[in-house]
């Protein structure tokens, strides 16, 4: 049986991540990646105002005629979600918020029937939960994150990204939430982009964005009450401006702020909204 305040938090999370995830959020999601999970259909001739993309140069070819691809959407998306529970991740609220962006982003795909999986990650994969959809699928998802206590202390996406593209095949919307303070990630991250959809969450504490180049502070972990120093924290944050990846955006999130402005904002410009 779950302890009485997990079960709390559980429910507090669902019933925050549902009403946001079942508001404009939502609609903003699915149009973000509408068109990125499309199956081929048919043949026709093409008509004026026709996306030029979807030319079939060989059948135009053969014919002397103009003929476009017809796409229809999947029935539903692949959704992934890629989750760093590293030691850096206790630091502040980032822990929290990683969880009720998880949360949100896992709810969304339920409402727009997507399947969801979720992959937990330190220096190692840690745990690794098939995609699957509906609400209790969902919940046990969020409870599996709130539980969860890593075996490792340090993160290494590569390996988080080896793991993936060697089990999952199908096209997939990859979502990564860490905080990022591992490097030496960018070959592995555009070899995911070509075959997957791939969004990355930078969850950033503030207090962290001002620790001083050079310095060494000692922090205390908040489950274990063990002490460990971090050296040169502030060298991790330089990463001017969006990384862009083959199409891929970093969205930066703090936690003192409010995390739905910002993905909401660039959903909507990824599909063109504004």
């Known amino acids: 049986m779950l302890p009485k305040d997990l079960i709390k938090k559980i429910k507090y999370i669902e019933i925050k991540s549902k009403k946001l995830a ?39 070819a053969r014919q002397n005629k103009a003929y476009v691809k017809q796409f229809c959407e999947e029935r539903d998306l692949n959704i992934f979600l890629l989750i760093d529970m590293s030691r850096s991740t206790s630091f502040g609220r980032k822990r929290e918020v990683i969880a009720e962006i998880s949360a949100m982003l896992a709810f969304s795909a339920s409402i727009s029937n997507d399947r969801v999986g979720a992959i937990f990650y330190t220096e190692n994969v840690e745990k690794f939960i098939p995609s699957a959809s509906g609400r209790k699928h969902v919940l046990a998802m969020i409870e599996s994150i709130l539980e969860f206590r890593p075996k490792h202390a340090g993160t290494k996406l590569a ?25 030496g990630t960018t070959d592995d991250l555009n ?8 969004v990355l969450i930078r969850v950033i504490d503030r207090a962290e964005a001002y620790i001083p180049a050079g310095a060494i502070f000692t922090f205390e972990d ?16 330089r990463m001017e401006g969006k990384l862009e990846l083959n199409g891929c955006r970093m969205i930066d999130i703090y936690t003192d702020e409010d995390y739905v402005k910002p993905l909401r904002l660039f959903f909507r410009r990824r599909a063109g909204i504004y």
């Not at 390996?159 to 490097?183: A, N, Q």
Request: glycine residues 8%; charged residues 35%.
């Open 22 to 60: 079942g508001g404009t959020f939502a609609s903003d999601y699915r149009s973000r990646f509408r068109g990125k999970g499309m199956e081929f259909d048919s043949i026709r001739q093409y008509y004026p105002g026709d996306d030029v993309r979807n030319i079939d140069w060989n059948v135009t």
């Open 222 to 237: 908040l489950e274990s009450g063990r002490q460990f120093e971090l050296d040169n924290l502030k060298k991790e944050f």
């Open 191 to 198: 070899v995911i982009s070509k075959r997957h959809d791939l």
């Open 159 to 183: 390996e988080v990204l080896k793991f993936f593209s060697h089990i999952e095949k199908k096209r997939s919307v990859v979502f990564v939430i860490s905080d990022f303070l591992d490097g």
